[in-house]
């Protein structure tokens, strides 16, 4: 049976997304209903959007910022072995590093075809009117896959922007 991650890395391949201001959502964390632990907060899932589509939770981000990512994951992981000195090597398993280091039960790409205003999108991450999402909940996903504020912030702090939440619009 295919994981949760791989499922929607194969949903995403042809997303189009959208940051217009009258479908964002502020982020908001709100105590979970299903867990006996007081300090597990979760994400407020955000009104379903105008056209019915998804939201997708996450950060705009650029390859090079993944590969620091996952270069510093590497290292927290396995501080005695040595990162091979191969692009290839850490583009295909800087997400796994991630995922396990922050130990992330949702941590997968999607690149999306902004539509509507991007200006919430910092303009480097956006190339030829695409941007490179780093998506680590959506909202038809269960609590229990929700990354924590720890998880969150400590990903903020190392890109230097807030996450978001993004619209899935698909293709027609």
Request: a negative charge; one cysteine or more.
């Amino acid at each position: 049976m295919p994981s949760t991650a791989s499922q929607l890395e194969r949903s995403l391949r042809r997303l189009q997304i959208s940051d217009s201001q009258e479908m964002s959502t502020a982020v908001e964390w709100v105590p979970s209903k299903y867990s006996s632990d007081v300090s597990q907060y979760v994400l407020v899932r955000p009104p379903r959007a105008p056209c019915g589509n998804r939201r997708l939770f996450g950060f705009p981000i650029i390859k090079k910022e993944l590969w620091h990512l996952g270069t510093i994951s590497f290292h927290h992981i396995l501080p005695d072995e040595t990162l091979p000195d191969n692009h290839s090597f850490l583009a295909m398993n800087s997400l796994a590093f991630l995922e396990s280091c922050l130990q992330l039960r949702v941590c997968t790409m999607a690149y999306g075809k902004v539509v509507g205003d991007s200006k919430d999108i910092p303009s480097e991450c956006v190339s030829s009117g695409e941007v490179l999402v780093l998506v680590l909940w959506r909202d038809t996903e269960p609590e229990a896959t929700c990354p924590t504020p720890s998880q969150v912030h400590s990903l903020e702090g190392k890109l230097g922007r807030p996450p978001g939440w993004w619209v899935e619009v698909p293709p027609f």
